[in-house]
């Protein structure tokens, strides 16, 4: 019981359900989050840390850089849940927004100071009408 109540409080916080769905499908550092989010790099990764400790993400440590993404067995849940609740970013301007900005970010990606990860690839989104488009 104490993971499903761990998974439920990580995205019960409307800035850690956005982080999620930035990283459902797509790889992502913290900065990079930071910078598609606006907001500061210590906040992301506080926010990161409960959505990582409640066992969603993978993650991938390249040099000094961690990137992360939803764990493949919690993509129908979290899913479900946006469909449940109807929240996509074609139905929530704000991750409407977040999914504009993490286009932008990842066609500057090749420029960045961040290596890419080497074993955690882009994943498709999660078929059916249950799915939430993610960011990427």
Same mark, same amino acid.
């Given at each position: 019981m104490k993971n499903l109540v761990a998974a439920a409080h990580a995205i019960a916080d409307e800035t850690r359900w956005r982080v999620v769905q930035l990283v459902l499908n797509e790889p992502l550092c913290v900065c990079e989050i930071a910078d598609i989010l606006d907001m500061p790099q210590s906040s992301v990764?506080?926010? %990161?840390? %409960?959505?990582? =400790?409640?066992?969603?993400?993978?993650? #991938? =440590?390249? #040099? =000094?850089? %961690?990137?992360?993404?939803? =764990?493949?067995?919690?993509?129908?849940?979290?899913?479900?849940?946006?469909?449940?609740?109807e929240v996509s970013p074609a139905t929530d301007s704000v991750l409407k927004t977040d999914a504009k900005r993490a286009l932008q970010r990842l066609s500057r990606r090749d420029m960045s100071c961040c290596p890419l990860p080497k074993n955690l690839s882009k994943l498709k989104p999660v078929a059916g009408k249950a799915a939430s488009k993610s960011a990427c």
């Open positions: 990764s506080s926010h %990161v840390q %409960v959505i990582r =400790k409640a066992g969603l993400l993978d993650s #991938e =440590k390249c #040099e =000094k850089w %961690v990137y992360y993404r939803v =764990k493949t067995s919690f993509r129908p849940w979290l899913a479900s849940m946006a469909a449940v609740f």
